[in-house]
T-cell receptor, first 115, second 111 residues
Framework: SAVISQKPSRDICQRGTSLTIQCQVD?????MFWYRQQPGQSLTLIAT?????????ESGFVIDKFPISRPNLTFSTLTVSNMSPEDSSIYLC????????????FGPGTRLLVL | EDQVTQSPEALRLQEGESSSLNCSYT??????LFWYRQDPGKGPEFLFT???AGEEKEKERLKATLTKKESFLHITAPKPEDSATYLC????????????FGKGTKLSVKP
């Protein structure tokens, strides 16, 4: 498995502003992902964070709204841009590790409230 | 379209009262089915991966089984500390890693 931390753990933001969420892993991982968990809904994949190249976005999510960086094998950021109340959600980072193919381990999440 | 449905949405048990949670899935070629536990205010905690029909995995009071259409999470003699939301997810063969999640079953175990 892996130890995953996210910053911030929670935040309250004003509409129209942007928030950058950080995900740090304690060991090198093969894949990193960003999910969203809206109230009462299931987790939905936003994008796969690719090291050194542009992220791969799922249908319904665009780079202008959710820019992602992954400068190395253990760190990634997700920015939620030009926020609206509909962006209020939990944002989760997950990783795949070498010794557990296909299994994803999740971070503690970032709870975002947009007013 | 790949889809996961979990039932029931909520389940209340007395301590020691065994039961099962259901996860029905539709996927274009299953790579794996995953069970997670999520406590309030925390990220999902990995429990099991199942890869093929007939496979079973156990961990303490939990046992996960898999058929070609569904998976069951059996909880034997549950304790209050087993109270949590249990999430099921599938990953399709050929995907880059997208997990398709169900909405979860919220389990409450009363002493």
């Amino acid at each position: 498995s892996a130890v995953i931390s996210q910053k911030p753990s929670r935040d309250i933001c004003q509409r129209g502003t942007s928030l950058t969420i950080q995900c740090q892993v304690d060991s090198q991982v093969t894949m990193m992902f960003w999910y969203r968990q809206q109230p009462g809904q299931s987790l939905t994949l936003i994008a796969t964070a690719n090291q050194g190249s542009e992220a791969t976005y799922e249908s319904g999510f665009v780079i202008d709204k959710f820019p992602i960086s992954r400068p190395n094998l253990t760190f990634s950021t997700l920015t939620v841009s030009n926020m609206s109340p509909e962006d209020s959600s939990i944002y989760l980072c997950s990783v795949e590790v070498l010794d557990s193919p296909w299994t994803q381990y999740f971070g503690p999440g970032t709870r975002l409230l947009v007013l | 379209e790949d889809q996961v449905t979990q039932s029931p949405e909520a389940l209340r048990l007395q301590e020691g009262e065994s039961s099962s949670l259901n996860c029905s899935y539709t996927v274009s070629g299953l790579r794996g089915l995953f069970w997670y536990r999520q406590d309030p205010g925390k990220g999902p905690e990995f429990l099991f991966t199942l890869y093929s029909a007939g496979e079973e995995k156990e961990k303490e009071r939990l046992k996960a089984t898999l058929t070609k259409k569904e998976s069951f999470l059996h909880i034997t003699a549950p304790k209050p500390e087993d109270s949590a939301t249990y999430l099921c997810a599938v990953q399709a063969r050929g995907s880059q890693g997208n997990l398709i999640f169900g909405k979860g079953t919220k389990l409450s175990v009363k002493p």
